[in-house]
């Protein structure tokens, strides 16, 4: 906290460099610029009602997802940004079908971080107004410096992170990251354009009464998941207390609310899709990263998802993330 009474995201960077070692400061540089790039982003997602932004551009992503043309508006962004920042090597994003090596200069290709992202998850929600988010991964790269960054810089496992994070552009815009040594929250003052340290030093409850899954699915579910919703709902008489079930279907909300009030989040394996929706690399990775530095869990069922080993960018995989109780208690359900 300084004279002026708040701390910006820029003055905790610098402040925070200081805890890793050897720190030359591109690591700072790398958070400032996706914390500006997201700045620039949340100025189109909060007028996205009022310009012809909304809907389809027609194309569809290497998803086969009707695009967005916000989607890809966050996606050119946040390219540019990173590839001007120079702390950057390369990028891998959910809009582009191949990793995007910065080759342009020399001071791209000596750089020694790649990052990948989901530009916009959620977007499908964008037209209605429910909150939407910016996801990033940033690893060391591990192929030499001065060449052309390589697929294997992206497709490391998520234990091998040295910052992750997200910007969710809800009732307000709040950007929150960890490079390992805790989470910390900063909401956006738009009188001053600044990232605003809010939510210091999150931790995740325990335990709490909340799960979140898109319950439709229930017959498309294995018999495991089906057991741990019937337990979900079962009367307190057979559970220490009544669950409640909260779905945003944007998943760096659902995530968000577990993560400072506690409850679960499943996006679990289905009959007709063995490995669930979300991505490994830029979606499940990330949050998985904060949700452990913030005394949760994250899961995929089997394994901890930090120590999945990737075989390709785009990757699947099934998630139970959240409160370190609730996350173990639905594995075990389901496993039975
Ligand atoms: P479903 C949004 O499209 C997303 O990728 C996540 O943000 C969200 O959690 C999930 O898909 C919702 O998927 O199948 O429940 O609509």
Redesign the pocket.
């Known amino acids: 906290m300084n004279t002026k009474g708040i701390t910006t995201l820029d003055e905790f960077i610098i402040d925070r460099q200081k805890d890793i070692p050897f720190a030359t400061g591109e690591l700072s540089g790398l958070l400032r610029d996706i914390g500006v790039a997201c700045k620039v982003v949340n100025r189109e997602v909060n007028k996205a009602g009022l310009v012809d932004i909304i809907g389809a551009n027609g194309s569809t992503n290497v998803q086969g997802?009707e695009v967005q043309k916000l989607d890809m508006f966050a996606n050119d962004i946040l390219k540019a940004s990173l590839m001007t920042s120079g702390e950057c090597c390369g990028i891998a994003s959910e809009e582009e079908e191949e990793l995007v090596s910065f080759e342009c200069n020399e001071r791209n290709k000596n750089a020694k971080y790649v990052v990948l992202f989901?530009p916009l998850?959620?977007?499908?929600?964008i037209d209605v107004n429910v909150s939407?988010?910016t996801i990033f991964s940033i690893y060391k790269r591990v192929s030499p410096m001065g060449k052309p960054c390589t697929i294997e810089d992206f497709l490391q496992p998520g234990v091998k992170q040295v910052a992750a994070g997200y910007v969710i552009y809800g009732s307000s815009t709040m950007m929150v990251y960890t490079t390992g040594k805790g989470v910390n929250g900063f909401t956006l003052d738009p009188s001053i354009g600044e990232f605003c340290l809010s939510h210091p030093d999150i931790i995740t409850p325990v335990k709490s009464d909340t799960y979140s899954i898109?319950q439709?699915?229930f017959y498309n579910f294995g018999k495991g998941v089906q057991n741990y919703l019937q337990y979900c709902q079962d009367s307190t008489d057979k559970k220490s207390k009544a669950y409640r079930l909260r779905?945003?279907?944007?998943?760096?909300?659902?995530v968000h609310r577990n993560l400072i009030k506690g409850g679960v989040?499943l996006?679990p394996a289905m009959k007709d899709a063995p490995l669930g929706?979300?991505r490994l690399m830029y979606?499940c990775n990330p949050l998985a990263f904060l949700a452990e530095q913030a005394g949760g869990e994250a899961s995929t069922g089997q394994q901890r998802i930090l120590e999945v080993n990737p075989t390709e960018l785009h990757q699947r995989v099934p998630i139970i993330i959240g409160s370190k109780s609730m996350v173990e208690e639905a594995v075990k359900i389901i496993e039975e």
């Open positions: 997802e989901d998850d959620g977007s499908s929600n939407i988010g898109n439709g699915y779905y945003i279907g944007s998943m760096v909300a659902d989040f996006y929706k979300l979606e």
